[in-house]
């Protein structure tokens, strides 16, 4: 798991109240500016928090684009960006991958990592060539 962002990322974050209005902010953020999904969260209280890095202009369009969409769903969103992240501060809000026996399922999903994709995502796309 990283343990610091870049020293020039920004950080982004999204929370919306349910799964739906969060998908279709990630992808309103994704599609404003070049930023990288870093995790996703979803909480015991049906709410779903989105993590980006990328430059502090582009996170600032991507999570104002991100919570425009979410508030027209209803989703409630709470939304922040904090310019150049310390290492200290990444720690703090970096989460290890979760899973919740209770849904079944990974409550903390890492899809990517501050320096680029995670480990896990070549790991699952190169099980699913060999398949």
């Known amino acids: 798991m990283p343990t610091a962002a870049p020293p020039s990322d920004a950080f982004g974050v999204l929370e919306t109240h349910g799964w739906t209005p969060a ?42 684009a991100g919570h425009a969409v979410a508030e027209q769903m209803q989703g409630n969103p709470v939304s922040t960006v904090i ?18 026996p209770l849904i079944q399922q990974n409550v903390v999903k890492e899809l990517a990592s501050p320096a680029g994709p995670s480990a896990n995502a070549t790991a699952t796309s190169t099980q699913t060539e060999k398949n």
């Open 23 to 64: 998908m279709v902010a990630l992808d309103a953020m994704e599609k404003s500016a070049r930023v990288r999904v870093w995790q996703v969260e979803l909480n015991d209280f049906s709410g779903t928090c989105i993590k980006i890095l990328g430059p502090v202009d582009s996170v600032r369009t991507a999570v104002d």
């Open 83 to 100: 310019p150049r992240l310390s290492s200290g501060g990444f720690q703090g809000i970096n989460s290890p991958v979760e899973f919740s």
